[in-house]
Structures are given as C-alpha cells and as structure tokens.
C-alpha cells in the first residue's frame, strides 16, 4: 500500500466542522483512499472511502484532489463522540484480503 | 445489526503460558483478520483467512499460530507468552465483495490481553 502522511494531531470546538488532511503523493491510479476512526478502547471503524470523486455518507464527507495526491475528511458539524484517532489508508484494487496498514493517524480533540 | 464478537475480552496471563483468542465475525462474512495493537501504538496486522485459508501473514510471532474453522469462526492460538506480547488484539471480518479496494473491515471490541 502506498505511504500516507497525516498530521499527529487536530483540535476542533464541538458543532464546528472539521477538516482531517491526508497526503498520499505516491497514490497509484487504483488506489482507493479509506479513511477509519479509533476512539478510545474501541476497535477501528469504517468512516467513509473513495477512489476520485468527493464522496458523502451519513458520518462524514471526503474530498479529494483532482490530482489525487491528497484528500480530506470532513466532519460537518464535530460532537464530542468524534474524539478519535482517524486513518487516512490506501487500498489497492487487487489486494482482496490484503491488511489494512495502520497509522500514524490523526488524534482528533473535540472541545465543549 | 450483529457484529464482530470476541472473546474473551479480558485476559490475564503469566510469561511462558499459553491463551487462546476467539473471534465469530459477522453473520456471511468469510473473511477474518487479526491484529495486535500495543500500548499508545497503531494497530500492526497479523494474520488473515479467507474460506478457512491463509490468506495474508503479518508480523504474527512465530510463537503465535491462527486458524478459521468450518463456521468462519477464528482462533488465535499463542504459546510461551512474553511481557510484550501485552497489548489489545482485534479481530475483524468482511465479506466477499468483487474488488479488494472496496473491502470494507469490520473490528471486534478487543481482547486486552495482560501477561504478568
């Protein structure tokens, strides 16, 4: 899977939208970019993926450059539940089965 | 909706024994996957099945064997315990979708596993 680079860490004020960079500058054309969440003592959970066009669901939206070299999550409106650690990672198109590799994400702070 | 269960969740143990982690996926997901996750570290991949077959290794010690049974369930099997094999192990699943770039894991809670 190609390299992603992504902040340590971000801090948001509660009800505000968040925006998560992911650099990812050596993305090959079947990449496709996931993005996960950790909170706190939880397994991972799925956020949301694309390959190039901006993609929304239910708990956030991801837009991606027209290049493809970075992408980022946004949370429109942040809760204090969105504390996580989020994982900008690429998934190959012929990896079925392949491991998703994980971090160094971005820890996110949401403050009341 | 059903999820990723394991267990136990909670286990103790002393350096040299041996535990044994179970995972019962998701309802028609054939896919499982292990992974370890350390104290204030990401989580590192293991091992993967898929229709009772390996199908990707990890960085799981040698020490550490796994194998998925007949009911998609999965076991990770662990022997000679050492202290840094204390860490969370999460165990996930997915079903068989066409394109690998769409998979989408689904993660179990977690055992957090202690070796004292």
Redesign the interface.
């Known amino acids: 899977d190609a390299k992603t680079t992504q902040p340590n860490s971000m801090e948001s004020n509660e009800e505000e939208p968040v925006h998560l960079p992911c650099n990812h500058s050596t993305i090959s054309g079947?990449?496709?970019i996931?993005w996960y969440r950790?909170l706190p003592s939880?397994?991972?959970?799925?956020v949301i993926?694309g390959?190039t066009s901006n993609v929304n669901n239910r708990m956030a939206s991801l837009a991606i450059a027209e290049d493809r070299k970075s992408s980022t999550l946004i949370l429109h409106r942040a809760t204090l539940r969105d504390a996580a650690?989020y994982?900008c990672i690429l998934?190959?198109?012929?990896?079925?089965?392949?491991?998703?590799?994980?971090?160094?994400?971005t820890r996110l702070s949401v403050l009341p | 909706a059903a999820g990723v269960i394991q267990s136990p969740r909670h286990l103790i143990k002393e350096k040299r024994e041996t535990a044994t982690l179970k995972c019962y996926p998701i309802p028609r997901h054939d896919t499982v996957y292990w992974y370890q996750q350390g104290p204030g570290q990401d989580p590192q991949f293991l091992i993967s099945f898929y229709e009772k077959m390996q199908s990707d290794k990890g960085s799981i010690p040698d020490r550490f064997s796994a194998q998925q049974f007949s009911d998609y369930h999965s076991e990770l099997n662990m022997s000679s315990l050492e202290l840094g094999d204390s860490a969370l192990y999460f165990c996930a699943s997915s079903p068989r979708t066409s394109g690998g770039a769409l998979e989408t894991q689904y993660f179990g809670p977690g055992t957090r596993l202690l070796v004292l």
């Open positions: 079947t990449d496709y996931h950790q939880q397994g991972p959970e799925y993926h390959l650690v994982y998934r190959d198109d012929d990896n079925y089965g392949q491991n998703f590799v994980f971090g160094p994400g």
